[in-house]
């Protein structure tokens, strides 16, 4: 927790808003001023109060702030996307272009496919890749990195149950046509991404 205070207001706030979300709510301004603020009092808005206008509303002066933020304009997405999937859609299209650090343009674009077909790629597209770190045995000797993996036990946490709700969707949707050993693959694929993820490991080990 140390090293999120370290960063910037709205970052700070997404990891509070996992691991500690009374202090979360701290950084919640009543008076927001700056970009960050205004992201952070969209970001109540839209998850907490489950006020998408309000959200939206605030993410957009946001944006007028800080322009070439592209998580802000994906955010602005997530609060559009049961008001307005034509504004959503053109607010992913700029995020892509601008990059994204934190958000998860595909887990919306899932919200707003027109087929099932369409809607599960983009939720098994949703998270981007786990970051292996580039060990020493690894660099020395020109092997691939992926068989220096550390333990499940020792790599860092995931980035929360939110964020991995799209790859939680497929693994139900499997059960919900009885591919079981689906759902596990789903399962331990969630585990191996995000090793802190209980409620993944409580559903594999309750699976028959």
């Known amino acids: ?3 999120a205070e370290t960063l910037e207001p709205d970052s700070q706030y997404r990891i509070f808003s996992v691991h500690d979300p009374a202090r979360a709510r701290t950084l919640v301004s009543s008076a927001p001023v700056t970009a960050a603020e205004w992201w952070i009092a969209g970001e109540y808005a839209l998850t907490v109060e489950h006020r998408p206008e309000a959200a939206s509303s605030a ?3 946001a ?6 933020n592209g998580d802000y304009y994906a955010s602005r997405a997530r ?5 307005d999937p034509n504004a959503a859609s053109r607010d992913l299209n700029i995020a892509q272009l601008l990059g994204v650090l934190y958000e998860y343009p595909n887990a919306v674009r899932a919200q707003l ?3 099932s077909a369409e809607r599960e790629m983009f939720l098994a597209n949703a998270l981007p890749p786990r970051l292996v770190l580039q060990e020493f045995a690894a660099v020395m000797y020109g092997r691939s990195v992926a068989l ?5 036990e020792m790599q860092r946490i995931g980035p929360g149950r939110d964020a991995m709700q799209p790859w939680y969707e497929i693994a139900g949707a499997l059960i919900e046509v009885d591919d079981l050993e689906g759902a596990r693959r789903v399962y331990r694929a969630i585990l191996d991404y995000a090793p802190d993820e209980v409620e ?5 080990n309750s699976l028959p």
């Open 79 to 83: 609060a559009e996307a049961a008001i």
């Open 148 to 152: 220096f993996d550390v333990f499940p």
């Open 200 to 204: 993944a490991r409580e559903l594999l």
């Open 113 to 115: 496919s027109s087929t």
């Open 1 to 3: 927790m140390r090293f």
């Open 63 to 68: 944006i007028a702030s800080e322009p070439t």
């Open 59 to 61: 993410f957009s002066k």
